[in-house]
């Protein structure tokens, strides 16, 4: 018998993204799931919601208060924290890239990436930060950008964005479990993790 699958949607400007990235892993493996990397691209959503930013930045209070509780997640789990600037970060060739990973390197260059940006402060829209973090993932540099800029990954992504819009995904990280069931925010992470379980 299989282990049952959560999907784990997320964008590299995520920002609660990125403690949900670090620990998935690690809370999955004692309940018995496996976890699908599904990369995706936020904008296209808040377009839709007549949003030009993210609501961070819309909403300046729930934007300091994004950041106070990202200190707070981020020294629980152990991990930096430097807010890149400009926030929110440009994902687009990021995403291509870990679009064109698979299995075990997607996440590996996943964890990698956001540790750079949110953890070091990176630029993810710099090509030099996306070499760093394949290179820390153990992944050949430039294979893998050269199949991220193929007109087949970028149409993957697209498919990936609006597969995630007809899930009812609003904002990241997102997990869906076997059945369709839909959480949001990384704090729902391990009951998200022990629906999937039950399948």
């Known amino acids: 018998m299989s282990a ?34 599904r990369p995706f691209l936020l904008g296209p959503i808040f377009a839709a919601q007549g949003w030009s930013t993210s609501p961070f930045n819309l909403y300046p209070a729930k934007g300091r208060y994004m950041w106070r509780e990202m200190e707070r997640i981020c020294e629980a789990q152990k991990l930096p924290l430097a807010p890149p600037d400009p926030f929110p970060q440009h994902s687009l060739a990021a995403a291509r890239v870990a679009t064109a990973l698979e299995g075990a390197a997607r996440a590996a260059f996943t964890r990698a990436l956001y540790r750079l940006e949110f953890g070091l402060g990176r630029n993810i829209s710099e090509q030099e930060t996306l070499e760093a973090a394949l290179s820390v993932a153990g992944i050949e540099v430039a294979p893998a950008l050269a199949r991220a800029r193929t007109q087949d990954i ?18 990241a990280p997102s997990f869906i479990a ?21 399948f």
């Open 154 to 171: 970028k149409d993957a992504l697209r498919a990936a964005t609006e597969e995630a819009i007809g899930l009812g995904i609003f904002g």
């Open 4 to 37: 049952p699958v959560l999907s784990f949607w997320y964008d590299f400007a995520s920002t609660y993204s990125y403690p949900a990235a670090l620990r998935i892993e690690a809370e999955a493996a004692p309940r018995g799931v496996s976890i699908a990397w």
């Open 178 to 198: 076997p059945d369709g069931e839909l959480y949001w925010g990384q704090d729902r992470l391990e009951a998200a993790l022990d629906w999937a379980a039950a």
